[in-house]
């Protein structure tokens, strides 16, 4: 990740709590940005994030990230870059989409068939028929 780039995330970045316990010491956040630009850019799973690229525990990452998107981290982030680039003059629209999903309906759809009771009911026996019990004589 480039200085510039990090230059612009590191003031969104929420404090880190106070350690409850001792341990290993804390990842460094841009460390911990790494690995998770590096799991989601390969699809790798969190678990398999290997140790020796230095961005900490896949487990890490992944809480990181947690707390990061609650803290609002990413919408701060877009808003900002959206904000430089039409400073700029550099937002190219003619790869902007439109998500139907984000489009309000016009009408309600067709109303629905009424739902059939699931009330406790005897159902009727599918492995046998209603004969009369067969007696049973001994033999001798």
């Not at 390969?42 to 690229?53: A, N, S």
Request: aromatic share 6%.
């Amino acid at each position: 990740m480039s200085d510039e780039l990090w230059s612009l995330i590191e003031p969104l970045l929420p404090e880190p709590p106070p350690k409850q316990v001792e341990g290993r010491p804390r990842v460094p956040d841009r460390q911990a940005l790494c690995g998770i630009l590096f799991v989601l850019h390969t699809g790798i799973q969190w678990e398999y994030l290997p140790q020796e690229l230095g961005f900490g525990s896949g487990m890490t990452c992944w809480r990181r990230l947690a707390a990061w998107n609650e803290a609002g981290v990413w919408d701060q982030l877009h808003q900002l870059l959206l904000n430089k680039l039409r400073s700029k003059n550099q937002l190219d629209w003619s790869r902007a989409v439109i998500d139907s999903s984000h489009v309000r309906a016009a009408r309600r759809g067709p109303k629905a068939d009424p739902v059939r009771s699931t009330a406790h009911a005897r159902a009727a026996s599918t492995t046998s028929s209603p004969t009369a019990r067969a007696s049973r004589s001994r033999c001798r």
